[in-house]
């Protein structure tokens, strides 16, 4: 129940085109869904961040969108850039509150290539 | 601004060799600090988690161990490496609280022959 299902495992998209990766989670006691970006040799860093009260968050080309009843989310990133090329993690947690201290679980991420 | 340092970068120990990690974190107090480990190809797998100094939770039973002698220093350790202990590792702080956000630091590379 503490699992955060990622898909596809490898994205190739052309310059321009928009990358979608998608994520599934079983536990319904998630509040917090990141999508963290990672480059070779590098720690992750937060891309973006949604909470279940809102089905949609924007900033700049990326985009989350949050399905709720379907326990899924996913990341699009539109205008694809070379630059974009890396690994993508979404993760979920629970609120802090109880015994969780916020720890993350992780999907096992998405090798995207963006070809230019 | 906060920052998270760890070190070495690399690293590369023999089997049965003795390791240890730092990590610290400048610009907070009492920060939730993490260890994560990320096989080649493959996701985040936590660790150890501290809430507080001599505070250590463990996630994954291993070989491994972690302690926080001062707030901001988290550091991991093992007294007879294995070669399955090959891997980047990873460092995140969190607010105190737990809230929800986690930054990593530049991780280390760990081989072991």
């Known amino acids: 129940q503490q699992q955060v299902k990622q898909s596809p495992q490898s994205l190739i998209v052309q310059k321009g085109g928009i990358s979608i990766i998608n994520c599934a989670y079983e536990n319904t006691a998630f509040d917090y869904f990141p999508w963290y970006q990672q480059f070779p040799g590098k720690g992750p860093a937060l891309l973006i961040a949604?909470?279940?009260?809102?089905s949609e968050k924007k900033e700049g080309r990326f985009t989350i969108s949050f399905n709720k009843s379907a326990k899924q989310f996913s990341l699009h990133i539109m205008d694809s850039q070379p630059g974009d090329s890396a690994t993508y993690f979404c993760a979920a947690s629970k609120n802090a509150g109880g015994t969780s201290y916020g720890k993350l679980t992780f999907g096992q991420g998405t090798i995207l290539t963006v070809h230019p | 601004s906060q920052t998270i340092h760890q070190w070495p970068a690399t690293l590369v120990q023999p089997v049965g060799s003795p390791l240890s990690l730092e990590c610290t974190v400048e610009g907070t107090s009492n920060p939730n600090l993490y260890w994560y480990r990320q096989a080649a190809g493959r996701g985040l797998q936590l660790l150890f988690y501290s809430v507080g100094i001599g505070q250590i939770s463990s996630e994954v039973p291993q070989n491994l161990s972690a302690s926080r002698p001062q707030d901001r220093q988290f550091i991991l350790s093992s007294k007879k490496l294995l070669l399955s202990d090959s891997g980047f590792y990873l460092c995140a702080w969190s607010v105190w609280a737990g809230l929800d956000t986690q930054y990593f630091g530049p991780g280390t590379r760990l081989t072991v022959l």
């Open positions: 949604i909470r279940p009260d809102v």
